[in-house]
Structures are given as structure tokens and as C-alpha cells.
């Protein structure tokens, strides 16, 4: 975790860099610096939005120079606090300390129920904890620890280097009898604030000749372009035609990131306005707000924020003058380490990176689509996974079951599911139960692993791309010159073999028809989780890579030198690396050190964008993720759906800083549940085994069994056959049960 004590040495390792070898370049911002980091609440993603943990962690994990937002409320008593919505219920428990106090109140001209502030004393919240209030996020800080901080106390305690206050609902506020102009200006005598942002016209004119612009702005906050501004009554999209009115009372205008890059109704990215260069010329700073890790992701991004970013402070053309985000963090390493990145920087990490079925975050796995994509976005491996086709041709899928991986399903063949309890398979129709022909013929289908909660990859591609041959996918690999070599799986050897189906005399001679056999500049990985098929090919000069995918805390060194006589390189899970509970780290395990210490070669899989992949301690920012296994556990290579991500972190400037900003040091493991009351900590999983070496060694394989070549008028002798023979053995197990 970050360390919270170590506010000290990150402000001088800043002043280093700094002084020192920092980047510099000409921002097109207004003033021509870097743009600005506004932490909403703190890091409010992680931690509930405005406690001290929150702007802690922000200054801990951001830009040396990041601002601390926060959302002014009063109380009854004329209170400054800081949270983030009107109605305290939001994010509070004050619904159960005051469960029967709720009141209604009109909020510019709506009727509104809630826990309203002016309802309370400042002394009456002092048993109010505040808890996440957006539901994606964790909430196992919702604790007893994190009380409603007063503006004062975010002033002083966080001692934040910059601090903005949004002045959200004045108009209410002024209904109730409170004046927050008084409040403002009077706090102004005893606290230094930077910003001042309001979305309504008559509070920013009231103040406007009490604050000295050179140490306090005010900034003019828009709202959605069909909202009514309360006080002129016009709405937010008609002002937006009126920034020389605008000018006239403040210093910049904060919008919401939509103004800028505009969203369709499918959630797609649509060309950029005018906006920023509008409000440049009029002098004005631009602000953009609602960024999040998590939430509010356009599909050109691919779920990765850093992106995201990029687009809004390094496209060419303009850059916002500061964002506002719920991960301060990930704002911080884009502006330092990823704007103004030249695409033909040298890698400044060594691990290779190797992709999962290509470029499957953005298209259907395994298609041509996929592989292209994976190529241009910087991957060093191209993935086959091999499958076979009743005609006998190895072809690149992710899933021997085409049901997983088509739209079969849809198709004519639909009617030859059938059940096979080998492969533990309910509804399948099997890649050997059609020729190649009739496999190309079908669709290929996006895989979105977390479609659960909502986050589909890119829909428009949902069926794009056409399937390759083995043959092909060798033939275009060796074409692309980018690439270092190729990863081909294979798995099931036996089952195949009892079919019918050569696989490794097919993966054979694939390779040996491409001319891979007598050529040194692709390097050909064969990857499988079954020793036996390893050792088929032992007597090759290829690297053979051994798939690990469970879960595992320890490994014995017998099991490394019996993996060493088959395998030069292994595979694990993120797991059996930084252990996780509850997608909280608890601990980091000594598999890696071992294994490479024997110089077997270690990569990880399987990296996404998604946040829900990740850790918690990563800050839903997938570059934190990388950086974590590459840095702070030294691994050789990562696995992933988004050859991009990681094609991107690589080539970061911060990896070549002598010294490491805090939001590139690897996450202390186990540092998140110190913030966590007793009752949230993760229970305690059963620990994951540790590998022996009886885990590694498989029985030899079969010989391929001779079968007559199916006719292709019959849709599929082998799977039918294989049902009959799970139902005996089935049957047969009844039996012997029954006798017992
Ligand atoms: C709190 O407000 C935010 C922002 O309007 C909203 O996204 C969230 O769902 C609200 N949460 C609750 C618990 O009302
Ligand atoms: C909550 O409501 C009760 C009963 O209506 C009242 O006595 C009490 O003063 C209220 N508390 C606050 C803090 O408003
Ligand atoms: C505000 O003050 C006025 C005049 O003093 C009073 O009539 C009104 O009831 C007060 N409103 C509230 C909400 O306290
Ligand atoms: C606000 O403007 C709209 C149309 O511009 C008008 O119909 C409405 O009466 C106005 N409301 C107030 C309170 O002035
Ligand atoms: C800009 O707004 C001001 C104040 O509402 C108004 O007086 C002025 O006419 C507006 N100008 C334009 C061009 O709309
Ligand atoms: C976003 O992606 C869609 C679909 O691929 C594309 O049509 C659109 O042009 C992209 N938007 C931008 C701004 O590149
Ligand atoms: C599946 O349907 C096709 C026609 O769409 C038919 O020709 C074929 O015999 C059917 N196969 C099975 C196994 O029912
Ligand atoms: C490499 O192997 C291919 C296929 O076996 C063969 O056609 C080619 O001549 C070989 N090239 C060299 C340089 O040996
Ligand atoms: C690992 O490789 C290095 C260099 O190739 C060699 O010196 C060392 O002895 C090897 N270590 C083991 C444990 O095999």
C-alpha cells in the first residue's frame, strides 16, 4: 500500500525530479503548464468521498501539486462541510442515526427527500459515519472510522497543496436562511482557497470583487446543456454560447467531459468540439470533470482510463487545463509519465508482452481482426490456442466448444449439440464436429468476461473478423515484422488423440511448412497445462512453457526441477503471484523468486482494462496492475486481452526516472485492510496448496486412434460416440454405487 507516513520523502523525491530530470514540454494548455489534478473528495473511488482517508491517499498517490475538491454543504449552525451531494443520505449513515428525521425541500423548483444538512447542527453529525456511495465500488471502508470532515479540517489536517470548494446549491442555501457568501468570505481570512466553482451565475457575480484572482479563482461549473441555471434562468447550453458574458466573472469554466468529446447513444466516442479552443481564446481555463476509472467509459477507451486521458491533454490539437477525477492517481501518471509519449520510444522495461487469443479486448478472439489489432497495439507474441476441425485442420480458438466462441448457436448447426462428460460440457458443438469450410462460415463472437456488471467490449465489432487456419496465422505472423514470436496452445492432446486427432503432429508440421523450423527470427513458444504434451516436444528447439492455472502459494524445488526437464517457462495466475482475498491483496508469494532464481522464465496472466479484474489496491487503473507485477515482483512477461495497456506502460517515462514517483511504486501488499473495521476484513480463504511434483507429471499420451474419415453428410460420429461412452460410464458409476 502506499504508505501513509511517508509524506516526507515523497515531497523531496519530488523536488528531485523536479529540479532534475523531469520532462518538459509545451503544454497547449492556456498557461502552458501541465494541466491540473483536482481530486473529487479525495481518491473517492476507492475510499468514501470526502474522508480523511480519501484526501490523504490523493496527495500520497497524485502529482505533487494536486488540488483537493470539496463539495460545501452548511449545516444549521452555518457549518462548512465538506460532501459530496446536497442530501446527506447519499453517502452517510445519517438514514440510521436519524431514521425518522427525512424531510422534503424544493431544490431548484424539484421536490426532494432526504437528509438535508440545514437540518442539523454540525454537533448532531458527530455519530454520522460516511460510507460509498456509488454501488460499484467497495464498501468495506463503510466502517466506523470516516466522520464528516468540516472545510476547516480539510484545510488543515489534509494540509492539501491546493484546495478548490464548490459551491453546488447556494440558492438553497440562501432559502434556509444560511449565506454562503458569508461563509466563503469569511473562511477566505483563515484559509487559502485556489478555486471556487459554482454552477450558479448570481453567487459567482456576488463574490467576484472579493477574492483576488491571482490567489483565488472562480471558476463557472455547466451543468447538463438542457439544465436551468437557477439564478438567470437560461439554460446551461444557451450560456455555453456566451463565454465573453462568462469572462466577465470568472476565470474558467469546468464542464463535464462530454462537452468536449461528445458520446452517442451507443456509448461511442463522436469527433471533438470546439469547446476548449473556444474558451482559450476567450481567456478562459477549462476544466473537464467526471472522470472515473470505473464508470462512464466511452468503448474507443478500451476500459483503459489512461486513454482516456490522453485524449483530453495530449491529441495535438488542445489540452484541458485540469481534470477532475475520482482517481487522482491515474490523472497524475498520465499528464507525468504517458502525454507526449513518441509511438517509437524504446521500451524502457524488458517483458515481453504476449496476448491472449490477440487483441481480444477490442475484437472476437483469435480472429484476423483480433491479430492485427494486437500487432499495431505492440505485442511481442501473437496466442494460437489450437483447435482441430473434423477435416483435420489446426485452426486458432480460444475454446474447443464453438458455442463459447461463434454464434453456432444461431446457425444451421444448431441442431448438433450434444453433452460431453469428458470435457464437462453440457451444450457443445465441438470444433472436430465440423470441416473447416462450414467453422469459416460461421460468426465469430466477442467474449466480454464481465458483461455481468455491465461492461460489454466493444459491441459494434461483436461478430467482426474472420477465423484463421494455423497455417495462416504463422504465415502472417512471420510477416509482421513488430513481432517476436508466436504461443501456440495446445491442450486436450489425449481426448484428440481418442478421436482421432493428431494435434501435435499437426502443430508439427504446420510450423514445418511455414519454414519456422529453420529460421531464428521468430521465436515459437509451445504452451500447454499437460507435461505430457510438453515432452513431445523436447527434442525441438522451442520454448516450452507450462501452464499453472490454479491458484498456488508455494511451489517445492522438486517440482521446479521436474518442471525443468519438460518446461522452460511457466505460467501463473495473478494469484500465485500477489495473493488476493476479496480482490484485496494480502500477500505476495516467493513463487516468482523461485522459479526465475532456477532461470525458468515467469509470466502472468490474464491482464485486462475492466476494473472489476483488478484488485482493489490497484485503484481500478489497469497501468498500477502492470506496473505492480513488472516492478514490484520482477515477472518476464504479461498475458493480456489489451496488447495496447501494456505496449503503452512500457514504453512510460517514468519507468526511466531515477526515482520512482509514488504512483509508480509497487503497492505495499496487505496495506488497504489497515483502513478496514474488523467486521469488513476478508474471511480468511482456505490457503491455496502448494505445487508438488505430483502435481506436474500426467500420464504419456495415447496413440492417435485410427478412426475412418468421417463422411461429411454425418454431423458428428465422434461426439455421438463420446456421449454413448459418458453415459456408460455414468451409468456404471450408479451402479457400482448402488453394490456398495
Ligand atoms: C450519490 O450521488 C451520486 C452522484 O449523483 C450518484 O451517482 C449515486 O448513485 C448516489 N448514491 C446514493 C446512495 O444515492
Ligand atoms: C429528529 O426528529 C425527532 C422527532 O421528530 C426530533 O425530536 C429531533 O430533534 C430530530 N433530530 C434532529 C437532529 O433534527
Ligand atoms: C428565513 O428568515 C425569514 C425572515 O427572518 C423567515 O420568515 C423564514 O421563515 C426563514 N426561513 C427559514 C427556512 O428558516
Ligand atoms: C424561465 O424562462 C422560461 C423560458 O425562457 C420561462 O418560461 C419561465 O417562466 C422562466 N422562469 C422564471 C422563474 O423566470
Ligand atoms: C450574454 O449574457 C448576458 C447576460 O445574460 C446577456 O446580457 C447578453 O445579451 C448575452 N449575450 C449574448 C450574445 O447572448
Ligand atoms: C469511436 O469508435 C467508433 C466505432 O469504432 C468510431 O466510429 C468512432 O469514429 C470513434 N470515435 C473517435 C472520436 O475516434
Ligand atoms: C440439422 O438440420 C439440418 C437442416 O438444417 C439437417 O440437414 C440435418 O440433418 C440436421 N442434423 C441433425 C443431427 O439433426
Ligand atoms: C526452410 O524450410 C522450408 C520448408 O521445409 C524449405 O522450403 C526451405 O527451403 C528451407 N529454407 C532454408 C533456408 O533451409
Ligand atoms: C542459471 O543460468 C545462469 C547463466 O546461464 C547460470 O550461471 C546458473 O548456474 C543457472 N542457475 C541455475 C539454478 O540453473
Not at 5 to 19: E, K
Not at 210 to 225: S, W
Not at 296 to 303: G, K, L, V
Not at 373 to 399: E, N
Request: proline share 5%; glycine share 6%; with cysteine.
Amino acid at each position: 500500500m502506499w504508505n501513509l507516513r511517508c509524506l516526507p520523502c515523497l515531497v523531496l523525491l519530488f523536488s528531485i525530479d523536479v529540479a532534475g530530470q523531469r520532462f518538459q514540454t509545451k503544454w497547449l494548455t492556456l498557461s502552458g503548464d501541465a494541466p491540473l489534478v483536482i481530486a473529487r473528495g479525495g481518491v473517492s473511488g476507492l475510499f468514501p468521498d470526502s474522508s480523511y482517508e480519501a484526501y490523504t491517499m490523493a496527495m500520497e498517490t497524485s502529482s505533487p501539486n494536486v488540488i483537493s475538491w470539496c463539495d460545501v454543504q452548511l449545516t444549521k449552525d452555518g457549518v462548512g462541510i465538506c460532501f459530496p451531494d446536497l442530501k446527506l443520505d447519499n453517502a452517510s449513515n445519517i438514514d440510521v442515526h436519524y431514521k425518522n428525521n427525512k424531510s422534503e425541500y424544493l431544490v431548484n423548483r424539484v421536490l426532494i427527500q432526504g437528509w438535508f444538512s440545514v437540518d442539523y447542527n454540525f454537533n448532531d453529525l458527530a455519530p454520522v459515519t460516511l460510507r460509498q456511495g456509488v454501488y460499484i465500488r467497495t464498501e468495506k471502508f463503510d466502517g466506523t472510522k470516516y466522520r464528516i470532515l468540516t472545510v476547516q479540517d480539510v484545510a488543515n489536517q489534509v494540509k492539501a497543496p491546493g484546495l478548490w470548494l464548490n459551491i453546488q446549491h447556494d440558492n438553497f442555501f440562501t432559502q434556509h436562511n444560511l449565506s454562503m457568501r458569508s461563509y466563503i468570505i469569511s473562511l477566505s481570512r483563515n484559509v487559502l482557497i485556489n478555486y471556487i466553482s459554482s454552477p450558479e451565475v448570481t453567487f459567482l457575480t456576488n463574490i467576484v470583487t472579493r477574492f483576488n484572482p491571482r490567489v483565488t479563482k472562480l471558476v463557472f461549473r455547466f451543468l447538463g446543456h438542457d439544465d436551468v441555471e437557477p439564478s438567470i434562468n437560461q439554460t446551461y447550453g444557451s450560456l455555453l454560447n456566451n463565454l465573453t458574458f462568462i469572462k466577465t466573472f470568472a476565470s474558467g469554466i469546468l464542464v463535464p467531459k462530454s462537452y468536449i468529446w461528445p458520446v452517442d447513444n451507443s456509448h461511442y466516442l463522436q469527433p471533438y468540439t470546439s469547446l476548449v479552443l473556444d474558451a482559450h481564446r476567450e481567456g478562459l481555463e477549462i476544466f473537464a470533470s467526471q472522470f472515473a476509472n470505473d464508470v462512464h467509459f466511452p468503448y474507443n477507451f478500451s476500459y483503459d482510463p489512461t486513454s482516456e486521458y490522453l485524449s483530453f491533454i495530449d491529441n495535438g490539437v488542445f489540452s484541458v487545463d485540469g481534470v477532475l477525477s475520482d482517481f487522482p492517481v491515474t490523472a497524475s501518471a498520465t499528464i507525468d509519465c504517458f502525454a507526449h509519449l513518441n509511438k517509437n520510444d524504446k521500451p524502457r522495461e524488458k517483458f515481453l508482452i504476449i496476448t491472449s487469443e490477440g487483441a481480444s479486448g477490442d475484437y472476437p478472439g483469435c480472429t484476423d481482426m483480433a491479430y492485427t489489432k494486437a500487432v499495431s497495439d505492440g505485442a511481442d507474441v501473437l496466442d494460437c490456442p489450437v483447435q482441430m476441425t473434423k477435416d483435420g485442420i489446426p485452426f486458432c480458438l480460444g475454446s474447443i466448444n464453438l458455442v463459447d466462441k461463434t454464434t453456432i448457436l444461431q446457425s444451421p448447426f444448431s441442431n448438433i449439440t450434444n453433452t460431453d462428460p469428458v470435457l464437462n460440457i453440457i451444450t457443445g458443438i465441438f470444433t472436430f464436429n465440423l470441416n473447416w469450410d462450414e467453422i469459416k462460415s460461421l460468426k465469430p463472437a466477442i467474449s466480454s468476461p464481465w458483461s455481468g456488471f455491465g461492461l460489454y467490449r466493444n459491441p459494434k465489432a461483436i461478430n467482426d473478423g474472420n477465423f484463421v487456419s494455423l497455417v495462416d496465422f504463422l504465415i502472417y505472423a512471420k510477416s509482421a515484422t513488430t513481432l517476436s514470436g508466436v504461443m501456440i496452445r495446445i491442450e486436450k492432446a489425449d481426448y484428440l488423440a481418442n478421436q482421432g486427432f493428431g494435434v501435435i503432429a499437426a502443430v508439427v508440421e504446420a510450423l514445418r511448412n511455414t519454414g519456422y523450423n529453420n529460421q531464428t527470427s521468430k521465436k515459437v513458444m509451445i504452451q500447454s497445462k499437460d507435461s505430457s504434451i510438453l515432452k513431445e516436444f523436447k527434442k525441438r528447439s522451442y520454448e516450452l512453457v507450462y501452464m499453472i492455472d490454479r491458484n498456488i502459494r508455494d511451489i517445492e524445488s522438486a517440482t521446479i526441477s521436474e518442471i525443468k526437464s519438460f518446461a522452460s517457462s511457466v505460467i501463473l495466475t495473478k494469484n500465485s503471484v500477489f495473493r488476493s482475498e476479496d480482490e484485496f491483496l494480502v500477500g505476495k508469494t516467493d513463487v516468482v523468486k523461485k522459479l526465475q532464481s532456477s532461470n525458468v522464465s515467469v509470466y502472468v496472466q490474464r491482464f485486462n482494462n475492466e476494473f472489476v479484474s483488478q484488485a482493489w489496491d490497484f485503484l481500478s487503473d489497469s497501468s498500477v496492475e502492470i506496473n505492480n507485477y513488472i516492478v514490484g515482483a520482477g515477472i518476464d512477461g504479461v498475458i493480456t486481452d489489451f496488447p495496447r495497456t501494456a505496449a503503452t506502460y512500457r514504453r512510460n517515462r517514468c519507468l526511466g526516472y531515477k526515482h520512482r514517483s509514488l504512483y509508480f511504486s509497487p503497492v505495499e501488499t496487505g496495506g488497504l485492510l489497515q483502513f478496514m473495521s474488523r467486521q469488513s476484513l476478508p474471511p480468511a480463504e482456505p490457503p491455496s496448496p502448494i505445487l508438488t511434483e505430483s502435481d506436474v507429471v500426467e500420464p504419456p499420451l495415447p496413440p492417435v486412434a485410427k478412426i475412418t474419415p468421417a463422411s461429411n453428410a454425418d454431423a458428428s460420429p465422434t461426439a455421438q460416440s463420446s456421449v454413448v461412452a459418458g453415459v456408460l460410464t455414468c451409468c456404471l458409476t450408479i451402479l457400482l454405487a448402488d453394490l456398495s
